[in-house]
């Protein structure tokens, strides 16, 4: 992998810290990356992003958000790695993505 700070994998290597984002709902989110602790069936591991929610003033995380598997791989970091390899405006969609999901859950909610 090249020291992009354009990617995400790049940007932590780079920065040695996770990127920021300010989501389209106006909350603060950090990013992180999760892979699976043990193969599924077929010996995939798979690879997602978790956008962590800030509180107003910073000082401690109060939600997350998931995406859906990104990536698979016959290990960890063959789940990983296309998932590092995501350009910081990639990732930023995928967190608006799953905002948006998250709040048309809350709203169809009684």
Not at 13 to 40: K, M
Request: hydrophobic share 35%.
């Amino acid at each position: 992998m090249t020291d992009d700070d354009g990617t995400l994998g790049g940007y932590v290597r780079i920065h040695q810290r996770p990127p920021a984002f300010g989501g389209n709902d106006g909350e603060a989110y950090t990013v992180s990356t999760l892979v699976d602790d043990d193969p599924d069936p077929a010996g995939r591991f798979g690879a997602a992003l978790i956008f962590i929610r800030w509180s107003t003033v910073g000082d401690k995380a109060v939600g997350h958000l998931e995406t859906e598997y990104l990536a698979f791989g016959g290990t960890p970091d063959e789940a990983l790695s296309p998932v590092l390899a995501l350009t910081l405006q990639q990732v930023k969609t995928h967190l608006d993505r799953c905002i948006a999901v998250h709040q048309s859950g809350q709203e169809s909610s009684p």
